[in-house]
């Protein structure tokens, strides 16, 4: 099992920016595919961005693209998601999530192929 531990967020104006942090810890985070996902009151958790495990492709979800950016440093073991031009409909509780890789490099977007997550952090936008 890998530990995982989010940072980086918080209130922030809307149009502007925030990093988030995943720290993994118990493995080396080479070994899995990472995920971000949000989750807002009362909704779904929805999935955000997907990497594969060396970094080379990622996508993301309709609402975040052009804005969000996944990204990782296995040697720093964490994954990143900066978030810029942020939106009040941003606002949820941001999770990563890591899965074991395959073989073959590949990006997960249904929530339930994860088996690790974090306990969550916070991004509020205020309009």
């Known amino acids: 099992q890998v530990h995982l531990v989010e940072s980086g967020g918080g209130l922030v104006q809307a149009g502007g920016s925030l990093r988030l942090a995943c720290a993994a810890s118990?493995?080396?985070?080479?070994?899995?595919?990472m995920g971000w996902f949000r989750q807002a009151p009362g909704k779904e958790r929805e999935f955000v961005a997907a990497?594969?495990?060396?970094?080379?492709?990622?996508n993301y979800r309709d609402a975040v693209k052009g804005r969000f950016t996944i990204s990782r440093d296995n040697a720093k073991n964490t994954l990143y998601l900066q978030m810029n031009s942020l939106k009040p409909e941003d606002t949820a509780a941001y999770y990563c999530a890591a899965k074991l890789r395959l073989l073959v490099a590949t990006l997960y977007r249904n929530p339930n192929d994860y088996e690790n997550w974090g306990q969550g952090t916070q991004v509020t936008v205020s309009s």
């Open positions: 118990g493995r080396t985070l080479n070994n899995y595919s």
């Open positions: 990497i594969t495990w060396d970094g080379d492709n990622a």
